[in-house]
C-alpha cells in the first residue's frame, strides 16, 4: 500500500510536469529568461507555492523537527519571522528589483555597484549553494527516507532523489513552479496527516483515546519547557542541555538582529527564493509572495510539532531508538508509528518537499553560473539555445558534486545536526551580503569599493567571532558572551556573531562610502508609488500580523 501510494504521487508529478513541458513550450525554444525565470507565465499562487516548497525541504522535515524534539517551539522563528521578512521582501525588495528588470542577484550588484562585486558574490553564493545547501538537502533526505526503508538503501536513495530533481530541473523553471504547486499540496497533505496520526497516538498512550486535541494538551503538560518561544541566558549553574538551546536560539537577543538578517537575506537577496517571482509583473509577485508568507505561518504544525511528539515519547520510554541528543532522528521515529498507506503519503510528501527543493537549488546553481559567469567571462555572446545547454549541464555537474560530497558525509553535515549546520555556515557570509543589498536600495552615497570590503569584511569577521574572539578576548565582554559548549571549549551564539559582525560592516561601508565617491548614475531611484499596495496586500499583510502577534502572546 505505501509503494502504490508513493508511485501513484511519483507518476502525478512526472505526467503534469511533462504535460507543463509540452503545453507551455519547450525551455529551449524560448531562450534563457523561460528557462531559468519562467518569464510572466507563473501566477501567484504558483509563485507562492514554489516558494514553500522550495524552502521547506529535508532541513526543515528533519533539522527542524530535529530541533523541536532538543529544544521545542522556540525555533519555530525561522518560520514565523520568515512570513514577516516576506512581507518585507514584497514590500519593498521586489519592485526595487523589478523596476530595474534585476533577473539575478548577482546582475543587481553588477547594475548598482560594478562586475567584481557581482563575481565575488556569484563565487560566493555557488560554494555556498554546493557545499551547504545542495548537499544538506540531499543528505538530510537520503538519511531519512533510508531510514524508513529500513537502513540498507542509504546510496540508492541519495542516487534517486538526485535523478528525480534532475529530471524536473531540465524541464526549466516552469515545469519547477508549477510541478511545486503539486509537490507543496502533497507536503501539506501528507504533513498534516503524518501531525494528526502523531497526536492521536499520544492521546491514545496517554489513555485519552484517539483525540488529537487530548494528544496536544499531553503535549502542553508533558513538554511545557518544549512551549516557549524565548529562552533565559544561562547562569553559573544552568545544565549544559539548556546551555545548549541557548547556543543554537540565543533569546530575546536573536531578535535584536541575526534572526532578521537571516530571513531578510535569505529571502530578500537569495537567487534561490526571489527567481520564482523576477519574472512576473509586481501585482502578481507581490501577491505570490505574501500568500507563501501566510503558508509561512502554519509550517511550524508540519515540520516542528512532530519533533515535540517524539520528545515526549521519548521521555516515556517509547521511543528507545532516540537519544536525547540525537535530534535527526526525530521524525522517521515519528513515521514508524504511521499504518500502511499513509507511511506511504508521508514518504511522498517528504519526497516531495526534498524533490522540490533539489531543483530549485539547482536551478538557481545553473541561473548564477550561466547569466552571470559562463555569458559574461567564459563565452561572451553565446547563443540562447547555448546558454540553455549549458544550465542544463551545470546542474549535472552540480547534483553529481553534491553526491560525492554526500556519499560519507564528508562535510560532517550529521554531527552537527542538520538544520544548525545550515544556518550556522550560511551564517558566515549572510551579514555581509545583507549589509550590501540594503545599503546598495537604499543609500545613494553607497560606492562599490565600499561593497566589495563588506562582503569580504562580512565574512572574515564571522570567522573571527566564530573561531577566535573567545581565545583573543576571553568569554566575557561588553559585546558578547560565550558559553561552554559541552566539548571542552567556549562558544558565542552564532546570532549574536551575525548581528555584531552586520554592525560593524554597516560601519565600515559607511565610512568607506563617505570617504570615496559614489558613483550616482548606479543608484537606485526610487518613489512612493513603487511601494504602494493593494487592498488585497494590506488584508494579507494584516492577517499575518495578527497571527503572530496571537501566537506570541500565547507561548512567549
Known amino acids: 500500500m505505501d509503494a502504490i501510494v508513493f508511485a501513484c504521487y511519483f507518476v502525478l508529478v512526472a505526467f503534469y510536469g511533462f504535460w507543463v513541458y509540452r503545453k507551455k513550450g519547450r525551455a529551449t525554444s524560448g531562450g534563457t529568461k523561460e528557462y531559468f525565470l519562467a518569464e510572466?507565465?507563473?501566477?501567484?499562487w504558483a509563485i507562492g507555492a514554489s516558494i514553500i516548497a522550495s524552502n521547506i525541504s529535508a532541513e526543515q522535515f528533519i533539522?527542524?523537527?530535529?530541533?523541536?524534539?532538543?529544544a521545542g517551539m522556540a525555533v519555530a522563528v525561522y518560520e514565523w519571522l520568515g512570513a514577516v521578512a516576506l512581507i518585507i521582501v514584497a514590500v519593498f525588495f521586489?519592485?526595487?528589483?523589478?523596476?530595474?528588470?534585476?533577473?539575478?542577484?548577482?546582475?543587481?550588484?553588477?547594475?548598482?555597484?560594478n562586475e567584481t562585486v557581482a563575481l565575488i558574490m556569484s563565487v560566493f553564493w555557488l560554494f555556498l549553494y554546493v557545499f551547504v545547501n545542495l548537499t544538506s538537502i540531499l543528505y538530510l533526505g537520503a538519511l531519512a527516507i533510508n531510514g524508513l526503508l529500513g537502513g540498507a538503501y542509504f546510496h540508492l536513495v541519495l542516487i534517486a532523489l538526485s535523478v528525480f530533481a534532475l529530471f524536473i530541473t531540465l524541464g526549466g523553471m516552469k515545469v519547477i513552479g508549477y510541478t511545486d504547486v503539486i509537490q507543496v499540496s502533497v507536503l501539506v497533505i501528507g504533513g498534516l496527516a503524518t501531525v494528526y496520526i502523531a497526536l492521536t497516538i499520544v492521546s491514545t498512550r496517554f489513555g485519552f483515546g484517539k483525540d488529537f486535541i487530548a494528544g496536544f494538551k499531553v503535549l502542553l503538560r508533558e513538554a511545557p519547557d518544549h512551549f516557549h518561544m524565548i529562552f533565559h541566558k544561562p547562569g553559573p549553574n544552568t545544565p549544559q542541555v539548556d546551555i545548549n538551546k541557548y547556543l543554537i536560539l540565543p533569546g530575546i537577543t536573536m531578535y535584536m538582529a541575526g534572526q532578521w538578517i537571516n530571513n531578510l537575506n535569505y529571502f530578500g537577496c537569495n537567487q534561490y527564493i526571489t527567481q520564482r517571482a523576477l519574472g512576473a509583473d509586481l501585482p502578481t509577485a507581490r501577491?505570490?509572495?505574501?500568500?507563501?508568507g501566510v503558508m509561512k505561518l502554519f509550517m511550524p504544525i508540519i515540520v516542528m510539532l512532530p519533533g515535540i511528539v517524539?520528545?515526549?515519547?521519548?521521555?516515556?520510554g517509547q521511543l528507545p531508538q532516540l537519544s536525547a541528543t540525537g535530534k535527526d532522528g526525530a521524525y522517521a521515529a515519528i513515521l514508524g508509528f504511521l499504518p500502511n498507506g499513509l507511511r506511504g503519503l508521508s514518504i511522498a510528501a517528504l519526497t516531495a518537499a526534498i524533490v522540490a527543493s533539489l531543483a530549485g537549488k539547482s536551478n538557481s546553481i545553473s541561473t548564477i553560473f550561466t547569466l552571470d559567469i559562463y555569458r559574461r567571462y567564459i563565452k561572451v555572446g553565446a547563443s540562447e539555445r547555448r546558454m540553455v545547454w549549458i544550465g542544463r549541464l551545470s546542474t549535472i555537474v552540480a547534483l553529481c558534486m553534491a553526491i560525492i560530497l554526500t556519499w560519507h558525509d564528508m562535510l560532517g553535515i550529521g554531527g552537527s545536526g542538520g538544520y544548525t549546520f545550515i544556518q550556522k555556515y550560511t551564517g558566515y557570509i549572510s551579514p555581509g551580503i545583507f549589509a550590501t543589498f540594503i545599503l546598495g536600495i537604499f543609500w545613494k552615497k553607497t560606492t562599490g569599493t565600499a561593497a566589495i570590503t563588506g562582503i569580504v569584511a562580512g565574512f572574515l569577521g564571522?570567522?573571527?567571532f566564530g573561531q577566535f574572539a573567545v581565545r583573543l578576548f576571553g568569554p566575557e565582554t561588553l559585546l558578547y558572551t560565550a558559553f561552554p559548549n559541552g566539548h571542552g571549549a567556549y562558544e558565542i551564539p552564532f546570532f549574536v556573531c551575525m548581528g555584531w559582525v552586520f554592525f560593524f560592516t554597516l560601519l565600515l561601508m559607511i565610512g568607506l562610502s563617505l570617504a570615496g565617491t559614489a558613483d550616482k548614475a548606479k543608484a537606485i531611484r526610487l518613489d512612493a508609488s513603487m511601494f504602494r499596495l493593494s487592498r488585497a496586500n494590506w488584508l494579507l499583510i494584516a492577517f499575518i500580523l495578527l497571527v503572530l502577534s496571537a501566537l506570541y502572546v500565547r507561548f512567549w
Open 40 to 44: 510572466g507565465s507563473l501566477t501567484w
Open 63 to 70: 533539522g527542524m523537527s530535529g530541533d523541536g524534539f532538543f
Open 462 to 464: 564571522s570567522i573571527f
Open 94 to 113: 521586489m519592485p526595487v528589483y523589478l523596476k530595474n528588470r534585476i533577473y539575478t542577484m548577482p546582475q543587481f550588484l553588477k547594475t548598482r555597484y
Open 310 to 316: 517524539a520528545w515526549v515519547l521519548y521521555k516515556n
Open 287 to 292: 501577491s505570490g509572495i505574501l500568500f507563501a
